[in-house]
């Protein structure tokens, strides 16, 4: 027997076997890569009702409009939220200079609603560019907030009685309709980040 002959009897599975992993493959890459930026819209992003550091109420309708940085912090963080606020406010002031980026508003998002009262926060940003508001709430406010930007935060108790905050260190880049367009980095130079920013809206 020819080795032909011997091989035809597995040929027909082997076959079948490919094409239908090739199938499977192709359905996989289109349910799984995102088209364009049409995956991630309903995923982060949502319903919120906080106030701003003038005390004024401030739902998620109140940023469409104009395409928005949002970025979840607190006013007692040591280094990571300071630094990430200034970088913001590089990117802004770079931005006013022109182009589509001008607009881009920035919002600071306490996950420390138990000592960050709209007081507090507008004390603390006005080290930040101006465009920065502050939003707080009670608890439950913030949680939701949370909750809709798929964030995180966590209390963490510290060895002399007072307490820290873990949280998620995003910054989302949301476009002047309210949806998630992507994370946005601003630890660069300011005109490159600024410019970046610019060809995501």
Sequence with gaps: MSLLSRLRPIAVPLVAFLLGLA???ATALVTLTPAGRQAAPSAIGGPFSL???DGRSVTERDLVGRPHLVFFGFTHCPDVCPTTLFQIS???REARKG???RDVEAYFVTVDPERDHPAALKSY???FDERVRGLTGDPAAVAAALKAYKAFSRKVP???GDYTMDHTAVVYLMDAQGRFVSTFNPARPAAEAAAELARAL
């Design 99 to 101: 182009g589509k980026a």
């Design 90 to 92: 590089e990117v802004l």
């Design 125 to 127: 940003l006005g080290s």
């Design 23 to 25: 199938a499977l493959g």
């Design 158 to 160: 510290t060895k002399d």
């Design 51 to 53: 106030v701003d550091q």
